[in-house]
């Protein structure tokens, strides 16, 4: 790290601790030529979360949008908007975890899974303008199909978990 007081490039580590709850690590540092302090950050890179549409185009995830879709299901129901803003948080970490692209279908799916736990009408709602189904049983097939292709997909990943017995 190049010494802010006198430009020379090297220094050795006084000090490091992490701060913001573990979000960053915070170094104290003394430049090996001047002696001198300075103190430098490190945080985790916020990643880009790309949302991939039905026809193939991309676009960025947009927290904002997705509040907006649910406030529309919520609407005259007993959802505060404390509860909407924590089911955003819910669905974009669990889209992160999965990221750095989701497609529309993954990101509806996530909201649904939230949208259950909170509000029965609010979530037949926001299915109904999601897959735009005329009856219930049509959606619950087809959420069923979903679930199943996303288990499959993910089955892989489970599978470098397990260790090989010896
Ligand atoms: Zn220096």
């Given at each position: 790290?190049?010494?802010?007081?006198?430009?020379?490039?090297?220094?050795?580590?006084?000090?490091?601790?992490?701060?913001?709850?573990?979000a960053a690590?915070?170094?104290r540092r003394q430049c090996l030529s001047c002696s001198r302090r300075f103190t430098t950050f490190e945080r985790m890179e916020v990643v880009g979360l790309t949302v991939i549409k039905r026809d193939g185009a991309k676009e960025a995830f947009d927290r904002a949008k997705l509040i907006a879709g649910v406030?529309?299901?919520i609407k005259n129901r007993p959802v505060t908007e404390?509860?909407?803003?924590?089911?955003?948080?819910?669905?974009?970490?669990?889209?992160r975890?999965?990221?750095?692209?989701?497609?529309t279908q993954e990101v509806g799916i996530e909201v649904l899974g939230q949208l259950r736990r909170l509000d029965d009408v609010a979530y037949l709602r926001f299915a109904s303008?999601?897959?735009?189904?005329?009856?219930?049983?049509?959606?619950?097939?087809?959420?069923?199909?979903?679930?199943?292709?996303?288990?499959?997909?993910?089955?892989?990943?489970?599978?470098?978990?397990?260790?090989?017995?010896?």
């Open positions: 790290m190049r010494c802010p007081w006198c430009g020379h490039e090297q220094d050795r580590v006084v000090d490091s601790r992490t701060t913001e709850s573990g690590v915070r170094r406030a529309k299901a404390q509860q909407v803003a924590n089911l955003a948080d819910r669905v974009e970490e669990k889209l975890r999965r990221g750095p692209a989701v497609t303008v999601y897959k735009d189904f005329q009856e219930l049983t049509d959606f619950e097939r087809e959420v069923g199909i979903l679930l199943q292709k996303r288990d499959t997909a993910a089955a892989p990943k489970a599978g470098t978990r397990s260790r090989t017995r010896a």
